[in-house]
């Protein structure tokens, strides 16, 4: 039997590289040779045991790759071919997806979430890749695997906060937190329309980023309160939407504290423990707020859309990639973006 190396996971703490047998196509699914994948924040609360899988999983959920086995059923695709594949992969034929929520596919929260989660990842040399004819997307010809390297995960869900929270024309709008997710997200206002893009961090770097991609303020909020600088530019108004992507109390509680009455909390985080409500920011219920979620929009309509913007040149998400690693260092990787030493924002890893 053909071996492969993949990233595993063994306990808390603890993600570790062995070898595995290489997949096998069935009726209805794919098998992709992984080019380029990347470890995603998720996969950082699955090595700290806050996101429970079992022993032995691989992890990984943004894959870029060749096609080199196809299974009974499935049409239009050739071995060979270059395709990315949502971290999110629907069915396309269970209640939630036919009522709209694709994401939550099988009718279990997340359920869409597959690789990594209940099935194999894509932090190996090949994954198998389920209900294909309904994930896999060609890679148009002239965008390189880092280009659509954050299609997957990190972009999709960036732009479903920003897509969620329902942002206008004209709307005013903050981000806090301007990690991987954070960025995608204020990319996503700017070509939803914003006319003001506040983005928070502590991170000179992360802001300087966000700025390139459509910031118009920037909060360092090591230095400044953000709440009183969001109510001094908005005129004691609050903003439209504020979205929170880092997964804390805090944040959540800022980006309450930061909308307008009538406004949209967009939350994107992964949280751990409890979440609580401050009533006086929640206006005890009666302040005809909205607080949506999202988890990443999947499928390959979903990723044809995401890589029509990279081609068309309205986004370039490159720059996020800070490191690369090959499959054998990927343990290493994990230490540095785990830690997030090194200004560390997006590693690419190549098998």
Request: with cysteine; hydrophobic share 40%.
């Amino acid at each position: 039997m053909r071996k492969m190396k993949a990233a595993v996971y063994v306990r808390p703490g603890v993600i570790s590289l062995v070898d595995k047998p290489i997949p096998v196509a069935s009726p209805g699914s794919v098998v992709v040779q992984i080019t380029t994948t990347t470890i995603c924040g998720t996969d950082v609360h699955i090595l700290k045991g806050e996101f429970p899988v079992d022993p032995g999983r691989t992890i990984g959920h943004e894959p870029v790759g060749l096609i080199t086995e196809i299974g009974a059923g499935v049409e239009g695709y050739t071995v060979g071919q270059r395709v990315v594949v949502g971290a999110i992969t629907p069915c396309g034929q269970c209640h939630s997806c036919l009522d709209g929520h694709a994401s939550q596919c099988g009718g279990k929260a997340a359920g869409g979430w597959r690789f990594g989660n209940t099935i194999d990842g894509c932090q190996a040399d090949y994954l198998l890749v389920p209900y294909a004819m309904g994930n896999l997307e060609p890679i148009p010809d002239g965008l390189t695997d880092e280009q659509v390297l954050m299609c997957p995960d990190i972009m999709s869900t960036g732009f479903g906060g920003a897509e969620n929270g329902d942002i206008k024309i004209g709307d005013t709008v903050v981000i806090f937190a301007q990690g991987p997710i954070g960025l995608c997200a204020t990319a996503g206002a700017k070509l939803r329309g914003a006319s003001m893009i506040i983005a928070v961090d502590g991170v000179r770097g992360r802001l300087d980023m966000a700025r390139a991609l459509g910031a118009d303020i920037t909060i360092d909020y090591t230095q400044t309160d953000p709440l009183t600088e969001i109510m001094r530019l908005t005129r004691g108004c609050g903003v439209d939407v504020a979205i929170e992507a880092l997964g804390t109390q805090t944040t959540f509680e800022q980006c309450l504290r930061a909308l307008k009455p009538g406004g949209t909390l967009s939350s994107l985080g992964v949280y751990s423990g409890k979440l609580s409500l401050p009533l006086d920011a929640f206006a005890a219920g009666l302040g005809d707020h909205r607080i949506v979620t999202t988890l990443c929009p999947g499928g390959k309509q979903r990723m044809r859309r995401l890589m029509n913007v990279v081609a068309s040149g309205r986004v370039n998400l490159e720059s996020m990639v800070t490191h690369r690693f090959k499959l054998d260092e990927i343990e290493h990787a994990y230490e540095l973006f785990a830690n997030q030493r090194d200004g560390v924002l997006k590693v690419a890893i190549t098998p």
